[in-house]
């Protein structure tokens, strides 16, 4: 009886002979419902990989992956200038999926849309405009009777990637904005509330609430969201469509890793921005070629699951340039 | 105080039986194994937090503002926000818990007092995650509308009550924290109340005391290290409390007066910015905000220790 349990043991390792491949990864949260469905439709394809995700934020998704601890990380960001040097082995961003940050509220009895400039955003962000009916806004919403309630502004809490895409969409929009921009700034007004879920609950449950959130959040719930002045001077409605038209700047000129923030496209959603995988260069033959696949796989087949999911999936001409980026990474034989 | 000797009473260690030795030096291991965990993750905190001391100084706990953008950092905002929440609940529950705990073990018939038990262990039972959205959803509302908006109205003048209607914030805060925290505070004293002997509880009566005097002077005079070292267990377990007070508290680092605007507690800006910290300056300034929260507890729950262990033994004696 006890040599049975022993043997037991030994089980796992009988069934090694074709093992299936474990591919670790981690990083941002904000992906990880796509992300999660396709490492499950992937096993699908591909039965021999099993791949593992930890949504512990992107920051942390970067500092494991510098210190050489995962097999893949990813970022609602790309990595900073110090970030890259510090770590050993060169690094590729790939792009996987589009989102965009969308302004909502809670405002009873208004129906249509309010239309926001950048300039009138940042004044609520930063606490000078504090009245829904404050003759900036009323100028931009003709036709809305505003109520003269407070604006309650409802921020994330937690360091985020939509933060970051927020602040710096004000940063570069608005040349006295002073509150700064990243994952994680001080909000001069306003509660926090922590997560995507934490902003939901308060702006459902605060009557003049203002708020910015990931899309996905707010089409789930069905939220309104405003229309918001780009750079060629029209309202936009955040739509599949209208953040995937900001995208489609990117080509061989321009490299998706730079931001696609305040896009000059005539159709296009201002606040965008796109969500990385990240990988080594350099990678072993065994493992490299099993994250290449899957990626291709993620680049091509893998965008149909995007929006039913809430989110946007690529535009052509980044998939060109994200596939041949893929062609780039070199494997090696772990012998050598 | 005399510390209880542990092997006093036993054969020394080498007349005893060779199984009986492993036994004891495995335990003993296991045992150590504790402290060596608890000394590890003060190292480790430590070393984590030196870069943020370094760079700020003592006056990192002086300084209110918390501004990753800028880089400067202070815990000032984080720790007046956690002693005014946890003490706010602290006046909430302590009345309460002590109320609770007299009823259950002293006056409430046993049909009745049993299922009241029950509640209080349930309510210790659910996770804080659960009470945090109960707070959102339900608490803060209420909060808004008819409380705040009567205390704005009537007693704006004071700066406790001044600020917009955000519904969730100090007072949202304080109230769950005190849900949270009454039967943590009712179970320690209902077993303070217990070690009373009933021997001096019948001596009180037996003088011609009315049931109140009797409570009043030989449970709650007698119990009072017990229930002040109970209040400080309740204030510990206030001050570590994590995603409830996040959901409900706001998140903004400020110094207000006001119970209505939101604050930060040291255990949520963890919560909130640990994951997500880039610069190497952040992370370690949020480690400093952890030393500072270890300490402070570490404190707290020893004192408390003390004090309830002290009740004990008094009456043990005898």
Not at chain 1, 33 to 42: A, D
Not at chain 2, 39 to 52: D, G
Not at chain 2, 208 to 225: F, I
């Amino acid at each position: 009886m006890k040599y049975t349990l022993l043997l037991l043991l030994f089980i796992p390792f009988a069934f090694s002979a074709d093992k299936p491949s474990l591919i670790n990864g981690a990083g941002a949260t904000f992906p990880y419902i796509l992300y999660s469905k396709w490492f499950s439709e992937y096993s699908k394809v591909d039965t021999t990989v099993k791949i593992n995700y930890r949504s512990i934020g992107s920051g942390g998704g970067i500092r494991q992956l510098i210190k050489g601890t995962l097999d893949f990380g990813a970022s609602d960001v790309p990595m900073k200038e110090y970030e890259i040097k510090k770590s050993k082995k060169p690094i590729v961003h790939i792009p996987t999926t589009l989102s965009a940050v969308v302004l909502t509220y809670n405002l009873e009895n208004i129906t249509q849309p309010l239309h926001l400039t950048s300039a009138v955003i940042a004044q609520i962000f930063d606490g000078r405009i504090k009245k829904w009916n404050d003759p900036q806004l009323t100028a931009l919403n003709k036709n809305i009777e505003l109520p003269a309630q407070d604006i309650i502004v409802v921020y994330r809490a937690d360091g985020s990637g939509t933060t970051a895409v927020f602040t710096e969409y004000l940063a570069k929009t608005q040349e006295d904005w002073k509150v700064g921009y990243g994952k994680s700034v001080n909000w001069p007004v306003g509660i926090g509330g922590k997560g995507n879920e934490g902003v939901l609950g308060l702006v459902q449950k605060t009557p003049g609430a203002f708020a910015y959130m990931g899309m996905g959040y707010a089409m789930n719930q069905k939220l309104p969201t405003a229309h918001v002045k780009n750079q060629a001077g029209h309202f936009i409605e955040p739509t599949m469509s209208s953040v995937q038209e900001s995208a489609k700047d990117v080509g061989p000129r321009q490299s998706y890793i730079e931001s696609i923030v305040n896009s000059k496209r005539e159709k296009a959603y201002p606040i965008s921005s796109f969500s990385y995988l990240l990988v080594y260069k350099e990678m072993e033959e065994s493992i490299g070629h099993v994250i290449i696949n899957f990626i291709q796989w993620a680049l091509s087949d893998g965008q149909k699951f995007s929006e039913p999911l809430y989110y946007v999936p690529l535009p052509e001409n980044v998939i060109t340039q994200a596939k041949s980026a893929v062609k780039n990474i070199q494997l090696k034989n772990a012998s050598s | 105080m005399p510390l209880p000797k542990l092997f006093n009473s036993y054969p020394k260690i080498k007349e005893i039986h060779i199984s009986d030795r492993l036994f004891f030096h495995i335990l003993q291991i296991l045992a150590l194994l504790v402290l060596a965990a608890f000394a590890a993750l003060v190292l480790l905190i430590f070393l984590e937090s030196i870069p943020a001391l370094k760079k700020f100084g003592v006056s990192f706990f002086f300084n209110p503002e918390w501004d990753s953008w800028k880089e400067d950092f202070g815990a000032l905002a984080m720790v007046w926000g956690t002693f005014i929440s946890s003490i706010l609940a602290l006046l909430i529950a302590v009345p309460i818990s002590i109320g609770v705990a007299l009823f259950l073990n002293e006056l409430a018939p046993v049909w009745l007092a049993k299922p009241l038990n029950f509640c209080l262990e349930m309510l210790a039972a659910i996770p804080s995650i659960v009470y945090g959205l109960w707070g959102l959803f339900v608490l803060a509302p209420i909060i808004r509308s008819p409380i705040q908006e009567f205390l704005g109205k009537y007693f704006s003048f004071l700066p406790f009550f001044k600020g917009p209607q955000y519904g969730i914030g100090m007072m949202s805060a304080a109230v769950v924290l005190a849900i949270m925290i009454i039967p943590t505070i009712s179970s320690i004293c209902k077993e303070v109340f217990r070690s009373i002997p009933s021997s001096h509880k019948e001596a009180v009566l037996g003088i011609g005391a009315t049931k109140w005097e009797m409570l009043k002077t030989a449970v709650l005079t007698g119990g009072r290290a017990g229930i002040i070292g109970a209040c400080i267990m309740g204030l510990g377990r206030a001050l570590g409390e994590t995603m409830a007070v996040t959901m409900v508290i706001g998140n903004k680092p400020s110094l207000s007066l006001s119970l209505f605007e939101p604050a930060q507690t040291m255990a949520s800006i963890l919560a909130n910015q640990y994951a997500e910290a880039d610069s190497a300056l952040h992370l370690s300034s949020l480690t400093a905000v952890a030393l500072a929260l270890f300490i402070i507890s570490l404190i707290v729950n020893s004192s408390s220790f003390i004090l309830v262990w002290n009740t004990q033994k008094k009456f043990s004696r005898g």
